[in-house]
């Protein structure tokens, strides 16, 4: 009988030799599984702290987040045995209040892997003693620090048979990120940039989490598709200077039409950078491509018709005009260039077309453009004539003429973003003042350079009309133009203050006129002082006009298709799995309103739309909003237009192209 109770009990010890059993800690129970029932001379052994957390309660990836700390593993085993850090399975994101937490919920398996040297095969049927020393932490509201010693002891074997717990090693083993790929970093103003190329093309990156020590917030990263393949992650930095090694990531990943996850681990190099010179050209053509987008229409017809008077003199003036005018582009680039970065030094968050978000800036815009027009139609002249031989302005007064019409080219320019202008001005705005200034001074030189090539080519001047009564009444037409403007830039002032501002605004014209006619109609001496009566109390009436504030009531109407973007909104609406598109605009920006009237008021995207199910958010920034130009920012976008596409089920965007119509619309977010 004692025998039998030996016999039994050596086959308990062995077939529990793989696993220890469950030891029961607060709100969670451990237990020691193995992958093998021997230590094999030469081969390894996988060790594993299967772990059970009761419900809401959670432990810690390797990076744990904005607080607590993750698993650690002792061992203890005799000489020449060697253990791997742990390895830790895909974690999940848990937010905890305001706080990002990384770690694991229900029950998660941590493993090892123990090297067992090859000198073992000289003691073959002996046993060792092998120890580990575990501690992890487990939290609700609180956090409870949890500690087990787990001793067990095996036989050296030449053959090792696989455990039960096999399959539940293989199971976890594809949660652990096995793949590795390289990523560009790039740090810039608050954030960390990570550009992603050569991944599969049917990979989705789904979200990126920080390994220790990376020196970026835990918060969710912005994730970018940037083409087939290639993609851009922007971490917000919390502190990039002290971080002493370039960090590494995990992309937790899928692939299309799959709901498995994958773990990629994700080095980085510093980004070499075609920076500078990419971004200058970019800055180049997006100034030549500005020439031709109709914010710039009136200047470009004021511009032929001073080139043709020019071309009609020597070549010499023609070609000093022109400097002079790119003179007053630059020149104004630079004021803009450097009063952006003295306003982003003083903490604000401003970019391209900033200062048509000052309803003060619009108003003085459209009394401009108001008397500019006047001045077309021949009812007052500014300086001079603009037409006959032998009335024109003097040299003097023809060079300032150049130089003011280049600053008004860059002033009725800035509504409008044409393509590369984005990414070059959302770079430049995150660099050095002295970058920042020379890509604004290369967006000058595009839109300066087709008049300064003309100029220079003398072919050019020949297949221009010679001055003549054509002229006149092509400066008499261009008035109109001009009064549109006025009228688009009002609804822009209904948008940002009311229907009263643009009242105000109209009421201040009228007395400015009426302070004109005084002057031009009465010869007495008294006609100049009623004249400033009536100017002042023009100017005192847009003054006060100003002081409105906001009534969304009383403004504008925005069209039914668009939810106003919040960022609250947008978190509902990715959680829920929606396709979601944010539309980042401005009622200032005519590129934005092109777009919304041939692309998103067709019942062809309307309809489109509504099949998909698809909400559309609009992120409207005609008002100053930091919040709007932080989200740019993550985009490297320093003005609008700006268009996301969330796929359904993705918290990846896709970035659509500047111009669209309902073809590239559709093309472009793929459904």
């Known amino acids: 009988m004692k025998y039998l109770v030996l016999l039994l009990t050596i086959i308990s010890s062995v077939s529990h030799a793989s696993e220890s059993a469950w030891r029961q800690q607060d709100h969670s129970q451990a237990r020691l599984i193995m992958d093998k029932s021997a230590l094999v001379p030469g081969g390894s052994l996988r060790l594993g702290v299967w772990i059970k957390l009761e419900d809401h309660w959670h432990t810690y990836w390797e990076n744990p987040g904005d607080s607590a700390s993750s698993a650690v593993f002792a061992f203890k085993t005799p000489d020449g045995y060697k253990s791997s850090p742990i390895q830790f399975p895909l974690p999940q994101r848990i937010p905890v209040g305001p706080l990002m937490s990384f770690g694991y919920e229900g029950e998660v398996l941590l493993s090892s892997t123990i090297q067992i040297p090859s000198s073992e095969s000289a003691h073959l049927g002996e046993r060792r003693s092998l120890a580990l020393d575990a ?14 010693l787990f001793e067990f002891e095996l036989p050296i074997a030449e053959t090792a048979s696989a455990t039960e717990h096999m399959s539940l090693f293989t199971e976890y083993d594809s949660t652990i990120a096995s793949q590795t790929h390289t990523a560009e970093l790039e740090h810039q103003e608050k954030t960390m940039r ?36 290639s993609w851009i992650i922007t971490h917000q930095s919390s502190d990039v200077s002290n971080t002493e090694q370039l960090p590494q990531f995990l992309l937790i990943s899928k692939l299309a039409d799959t709901d498995q996850t994958n773990g990629i681990v994700l080095q980085t190099k510093l980004k070499s950078g075609p920076a500078i010179g990419q971004m200058l050209l970019f800055a180049f053509l997006g100034g030549l491509i500005l020439n031709l987008m109709p914010c710039v229409f009136p200047i470009l017809t004021l511009k032929l018709f001073s080139f043709a008077k020019a071309a009609s003199q020597d070549r010499g003036a023609l070609i000093r005009s022109q400097l002079i005018y790119l003179a007053g582009i630059l020149s104004c680039f630079w004021i803009m260039s450097l009063g952006i970065m003295a306003l982003k030094a003083a903490g604000s968050v401003v970019g391209w077309g900033f200062q048509l978000q000052s309803p003060a800036f619009v108003s003085v815009l459209i009394i401009l453009f108001f008397f500019l027009g006047l001045n077309f139609a021949g009812y007052f002249e500014i300086a001079g004539r603009w037409t006959g031989a032998g009335q024109g ?32 001005l959302g770079y430049a705005l995150g660099q050095h003042w002295l970058v920042n200034l ?17 100029a220079l080519l003398p072919k050019v001047s020949l297949l221009l009309p010679r001055p003549g009564l054509w002229m006149v009444r092509l400066k008499e037409f261009m008035a109109f133009p001009l009064w549109g403007t006025c009228l688009w830039l009002l609804t822009v002032l209904g948008q940002q203050l009311s229907m009263m501002a643009i009242i105000g605004v109209l009421f201040s014209l009228m007395i400015l006129v009426f302070a004109m006619w005084l002057y031009r109609s009465l010869t007495s001496p008294v006609s100049w002082v009623l004249s ?6 023009g100017l005192a009436v847009l003054v006060y006009t100003l002081q409105s504030t906001p009534n969304p009531e009383d403004a504008l109407a925005v069209d039914d298709l668009w939810t106003p973007y ?13 396709a979601v598109f944010i539309n980042f605009t401005a009622a200032w ?34 008002n100053r909003d930091p919040h709007i130009a932080e989200f740019l920012a993550r985009y490297d976008r320093a003005g609008v237009p700006l268009y996301l596409f969330y796929p359904s089920g993705s918290r990846t965007a896709q970035v659509l192209p500047e111009v669209l119509s309902p073809k590239i619309f559709i093309d472009s977010i793929s459904l």
């Open 532 to 537: 400033s009566v009536a100017s002042i109390g």
């Open 135 to 148: 501690e992890w932490l487990v939290c609700k509201e609180e956090c409870i620090p949890a500690f087990e």
């Open 194 to 229: 990570l550009e992603i190329s050569g991944l599969p093309t049917e990979v989705q990156i789904l979200d990126s989490l920080p390994f220790p020590g990376s020196g970026v917030n835990h918060q969710m990263p912005m994730i970018t598709q940037n083409g087939a393949g």
């Open 566 to 578: 919040q960022a609250e909104t947008l978190e509902s609406q990715l959680d829920e799995g929606s």
């Open 438 to 454: 020379s890509v604004f001074t290369a967006l000058g030189l595009g839109l300066g350079a087709p008049y300064i090539i003309a």
């Open 393 to 424: 302005l003097t040299e003097k007064k023809g060079w300032l003429g150049s130089y003011f019409t280049g600053v008004l080219a860059v002033v009725v320019a800035s509504p409008c973003t044409a393509p590369f202008m984005g990414v070059a």
């Open 589 to 622: 920006c005519i590129t934005c309103q092109v777009n919304e009237k041939t692309t998103f008021q067709t019942e062809k995207i309307k309809s489109y739309v509504n099949q998909h199910e698809i909400k559309m958010l609009k992120a409207d920034w005609t």
